[in-house]
């Protein structure tokens, strides 16, 4: 049996429908009931017969930090995919990040050693890879992180992730690591999601910003990661990105796709420098939450250009176009903002 963790987001969602999909036998982990209704409707986009595919899960509520629930889950377990996990940018969420990310994960990976998984496989990020100096030049699999360097909480506390399934890997459990770009797909159109950025942009975005990071399908996601798990490569990571876009690019094409307007006006890095020293004021004197930290505005003006022939020479594996990407998920949203009116 598949165990699932995280099943309850963007991509544990879509990978529970691919598995189901195809007749595995799957138990997935979730955290609060009223999530598991954002998994039908996932499932109601691609399946008529949603319901029974949902209902063939076994589903147990654990939470990754909760070690007797996680043992239970992990009863006649053979295989399991690591999904869950908490993403923020927010610098005072460092130490509940470290606890979900770093020690949930540690948590995941002494189960798999205890209970002798075949194998296991990480959904990381893009952000717990290293960066050049050279912006023109690809990042990939090799590309050293520096630890001294600005990163980001959430980019820190993926990368001390993927150091526990390292270890994991030395205490004799075969894995594999997947980091994926930004992440397109349908179905959570609201909190840290990729999805929002189609939600924003169909409200209206004032800004652009034209830094280049690299984008990928959701399904790109689940059925590299299905394929790896089904192959015999092991303890070895893969950059899943299709294509990198200027976010100008890739916001100007959802606006089309959207038929709304895009936005008209830069963020120029010195206004974006502004912008984060004054949502770090907000905070300290209100307590409000931060909505752009010091990396994020960084970020947004860097040009990082991910190599993802690794995966596409491993696994003959040919990506998704972003532009059908950004079309099929804007049709769906399209779709509910119908079903909502």
């Not at 239970?72 to 470290?98: G, N, Q, W």
């Not at 600005?150 to 594999?176: C, H, P």
């Not at 975005?205 to 790896?228: E, I, K, P, S």
């Not at 307007?261 to 912008?275: F, H, M, N, Q, V």
Request: proline share 2%.
């Amino acid at each position: 049996m598949i165990l699932v963790t995280g099943g309850t987001g963007l991509v544990g969602s879509h990978l529970l429908f691919q598995l189901v999909s195809a007749g595995e036998k799957v138990r997935a982990t979730y955290r609060r009931e009223k999530t598991l209704k954002r998994i039908a409707h996932v499932f109601s986009y691609f399946s008529d017969n949603a319901e029974s595919l949902f209902n063939s899960i076994d589903w147990v509520e654990a939470d990754i930090n909760d070690i007797p629930k996680l043992q239970s889950a992990f009863k006649d377990i053979t295989h399991v995919y690591h999904c869950a996990a908490f993403v923020s940018f927010e610098p005072d969420k460092y130490y509940l990040l470290r606890k979900i990310n770093i020690e949930g994960t540690a948590n995941i990976v002494n189960l798999c050693i205890h209970h002798s998984i075949k194998k296991l496989c990480y959904v990381s990020s893009i952000a717990a890879i290293g960066h050049t100096e050279n912006p023109e030049e690809l990042i990939t699999e090799n590309t050293s992180w520096n630890p001294e360097a600005d990163n980001s909480v959430y980019a820190i506390t993926k990368y001390g992730a993927e150091l526990e399934v390292w270890r994991g890997t030395q205490e004799g459990v075969d894995a594999v690591v997947v980091n994926p770009g930004v992440i397109l797909g349908a179905g959570y159109w609201r909190g840290g999601s990729s999805g929002n950025l189609f939600h924003q942009i169909y409200k209206g975005m004032r800004y652009y910003v034209t830094g280049v990071v690299g984008y990928v399908d959701v399904f790109d996601v689940v059925n590299a990661m299905v394929q790896l798990m089904n192959s015999d490569i092991k303890n070895q990571r893969f950059i899943l990105t299709s294509e990198n876009l200027v976010f100008k690019d890739f916001q100007n094409k959802v606006a089309k796709a959207l038929h709304v307007t895009p936005a008209k006006k830069e963020a120029k890095p010195w206004l974006l420098s502004i912008g984060w020293r004054l949502d770090w004021l907000k905070h300290k004197l209100f307590k409000t939450r931060r909505t752009l930290s010091k990396q994020s505005a960084k970020s947004f003006v860097s040009i990082t250009k991910y190599d993802n022939s690794k995966l596409k020479n491993a696994l003959d594996f040919e990506f998704k176009s972003i532009d059908q990407s950004i079309k099929e998920v804007c049709e769906l949203y399209l779709k509910d903002l119908q079903a909502k009116d």
